[in-house]
């Protein structure tokens, strides 16, 4: 098992930026991959960044594409999402995700364990 804890959410205005952290416990390994989603009321969770801890290599959703960062730290298998220039579209639950293996992946499906999500909300 894998737990995931989530935090740095809140409220900003539109053009400020937050940086959230999950921080995993349990069965971890570098031989995980973790990702961000988030989700708004009435819609599909949607992913917005994934990373590779073996290798490092990430993979951003178009909407998020030079904006966000994603990035980790393997001595304390936590990892972050610098969100920049904020939009209040970006406004929603982010969630952190974990997935044993190498392969990055953008489904939701693909990822076995979740975090309980923080709020973000982007103000115009």
């Known amino acids: 098992q894998v737990q995931l804890v989530e935090s740095g959410g809140g409220l900003v205005q539109a053009g400020g930026s937050l940086r959230l952290s999950c921080a995993a416990s349990?069965?971890?390994?570098?031989?995980?991959?973790l990702a961000w989603f988030r989700q708004v009321p009435g819609k599909e969770r949607e992913f917005v960044a994934s990373?590779?801890?073996?290798?490092?290599?990430?993979y951003y959703a178009d909407s998020v594409k030079g904006r966000f960062t994603i990035s980790n730290d393997n001595a304390k298998i936590t990892m972050y999402l610098q969100m920049n220039s904020l939009k209040p579209e970006d406004t929603a639950v982010y969630y952190c995700?974990?997935?044993?293996?190498?392969?990055?992946?953008?489904?939701?499906?693909?990822?076995?364990?979740w975090g309980q999500g923080t709020q973000v909300t982007v103000s115009s």
């Open positions: 995700a974990a997935r044993s293996g190498y392969a990055i992946s953008d489904r939701v499906g693909s990822y076995e364990y």
């Open positions: 990373i590779s801890l073996s290798g490092g290599s990430t």
């Open positions: 349990g069965r971890t390994s570098i031989r995980y991959v």
